[in-house]
């Protein structure tokens, strides 16, 4: 959704046939460095500046950056956003929205450059741009008050109109910690909390945007990164994409886990060794891969009860 924008019309369509296969869990990814995809009435430059990019790369991961010089946009309505919870509902389909910080915080930051972490102690560095591009992005708000209290009136929105929203996703996932680093505001902050280390103020960070989804009736949904850095809310769930080693940690600290390794479980992967392949990110993930997936095979193979895991995104 946030890389690639599909009118509402597709996303309802995807309801119907998730119902249809008996699947009650639709992850709406709509924030990423590639694009914001959601109105806001209270910050209305996130829809009005970062839903939109002036270009796309194109070709394989491995080859030279090429772009294909098209601009590409959209976002839904906060009405948009109301009637596809309703659908959902109605068809027994849980929507789970995903707003993804700190990190891959490019869309963000093009239209509030005063969440860039750069712009602590009063700096003024160039803003970033909506990206045009895939991987890892440096761009990172500032963990400071101001931003929690900034993605508080942007929760109250989606959760507003989502209706009954029992997860909401934060992310934590691909940060890059330097810009934290850098600013002597952010390092002061992070001492002030008596926190010893970045890896803390991010888990911080997460945690407290949990605290406030909780007040709202929500339970917030990370990626393994920010399990990895350090204490979260005990009812915060973890999606471990870099393999079932982190499943396992999270699990056993006490963590609802969902299932998302990359393999076998990523769809955006080649389908078959063939040429005829379309253009996919990475190598081979059959449906029989799939299908031997076991989300807690130890626990299957000991005898002993699972953890609570499951296989798939939420």
């Not at 690639?4 to 998730?18: G, Q, T, Y």
């Not at 709406?28 to 806001?40: A, I, P």
């Not at 029989?288 to 296989?311: I, K, N």
């Amino acid at each position: 959704m946030a890389r690639h924008f599909m009118p509402k019309r597709e996303v309802l369509r995807m309801v119907d046939l998730m119902a249809a296969h008996k699947l009650n869990r639709l992850h709406l990814h709509l924030v990423d460095d590639q694009g914001w995809r959601v109105e806001s009435r209270r910050h209305p430059r996130l829809h009005e500046v970062g839903s939109h990019r002036p270009r796309t790369a194109t070709g394989y991961y491995r080859e030279d950056l090429a772009f294909d010089d098209v601009p590409h946009g959209g976002y839904y309505t906060l009405d948009d956003l109301a009637e596809i919870g309703a659908y959902a509902r109605a068809r027994a389909v849980t929507v789970v929205p995903e707003i993804d910080v700190p990190g891959h915080a490019s869309a963000i930051l093009a239209a509030y450059p005063e969440l860039d972490a750069r712009a602590t102690g009063g700096r003024r560095p160039e803003p970033f741009r909506v990206l045009e591009r895939w991987g890892i992005s440096p761009a990172i708000l500032s963990p400071l008050p101001g931003t929690v209290d900034f993605l508080t009136d942007v929760f109250d929105e989606i959760l507003a109109a989502l209706g009954d929203t029992p997860y909401v996703h934060v992310g934590g996932d691909e940060c890059v910690l330097d810009d934290w680093a850098a600013s002597p505001e952010i390092v002061a902050f992070q001492t002030e909390l008596g926190l010893g280390s970045l890896a803390d103020l991010h888990a911080w960070f997460l945690r407290r945007l949990a605290d406030v989804l909780a007040t709202r009736g929500s339970r917030a949904v990370v990626w393994d990164e920010a399990f990895v850095s350090g204490m979260l809310r005990p009812d915060t769930i973890v999606m471990p994409w870099r393999g079932p080693g982190v499943a396992r940690r999270a699990a056993a600290a006490g963590h609802d886990v969902v299932q998302t390794s990359v393999f076998p479980l990523y769809f955006d992967y080649a389908e078959a060794a063939s040429e005829l392949e379309p253009l996919a990110i990475g190598d081979t993930i059959t449906v029989s891969d799939v299908a031997a997936f076991e989300p807690a095979p130890q626990a299957r193979r000991s005898g002993a009860p699972p953890p609570t895991v499951r296989g798939g995104r939420p």
